[in-house]
Every structure is written in structure tokens, then in C-alpha cells.
């Protein structure tokens, strides 16, 4: 079985950073991971994307130059750096992974994680 366990989430004023991390183990075939985040009663937004082989990313327009994903393959780890954040960035934040493109970047995952609250208040 796979597991992926995040880390870093909590409360933070707006315009303040947070960095999440990200360690999976038991999934060696992963092709692409990223974070997605969760809002009541809205549609679930995949926010970022790491390409495993190459590094090439995607972000959402929402968070572009705010946020930004990098990876640690030796350490099987992916990390969320946010900075400059908003109240609308308020969410569970998902470290998810997958074998297929496809599935990452429509944020339709196989493997994820618990979860972690990223609370931003203004």
C-alpha cells in the first residue's frame, strides 16, 4: 500500500508564507504529483503540478507567483511554498500522485493523501 502524509498546514494572517510538505512511500511508479485543495461547497481546484521525471510544472492562474511546487525525488517529497496569502486561499490542502498525465492535470488523482488545513485569516 501507498502512503502520502503532508505536513505544514495551520493558521496564517494574510500575507504571510507557509510551507507544506509531502512524502509518499510504497509508490515507486508515480509519473506526476501535485496539490489540490478543497473548499466547502466549492469545486475541488488542483492548484499545482510537478512532472516527476523532469520537473516541469503548471499552476493555476490563482496562484501563480505565489506559489510554487518543487519536488525532491532522493527524498520522495513534494513541497508547496506559499507566500503573499489570501484569505480565498483558506482550504484543505491534498498531496496527491499519479501514473497518468492525464489524471494530474485534470486533478483526478488515484493516490492521496489525509490532508491539511491551511487556514488564512485577514
Known amino acids: 500500500a501507498q502512503v502520502l502524509v503532508e505536513s505544514g498546514g495551520g493558521p496564517v494572517q494574510a500575507g504571510g508564507s507557509l510551507r507544506l510538505s509531502c512524502k509518499v512511500s510504497?509508490?515507486?511508479?508515480?509519473?506526476?504529483w501535485g496539490w489540490v485543495r478543497q473548499v466547502p461547497g466549492k469545486e475541488r481546484e488542483g492548484v499545482a503540478m510537478?512532472?516527476?521525471?523532469?520537473?516541469?510544472?503548471y499552476y493555476a492562474d490563482s496562484v501563480k507567483g505565489r506559489l510554487t511546487i518543487s519536488q525532491d525525488n532522493f527524498q520522495d517529497s513534494i513541497y508547496l511554498q506559499m507566500d503573499s496569502l489570501k484569505p480565498e486561499d483558506t482550504a484543505v490542502y491534498y498531496c496527491?500522485?499519479?501514473?497518468?498525465?492525464?489524471?494530474?492535470?485534470?486533478?483526478?488523482?488515484?493516490?492521496w493523501g489525509q490532508g491539511t488545513q491551511v487556514t488564512v485569516s485577514s
Open positions: 510537478i512532472y516527476a521525471l523532469n520537473g516541469t510544472t
Open positions: 496527491a500522485a499519479d501514473s497518468s498525465l492525464s489524471r494530474c492535470r485534470t486533478a483526478t488523482y488515484r493516490h
Open positions: 510504497g509508490y515507486r511508479s508515480r509519473l506526476c
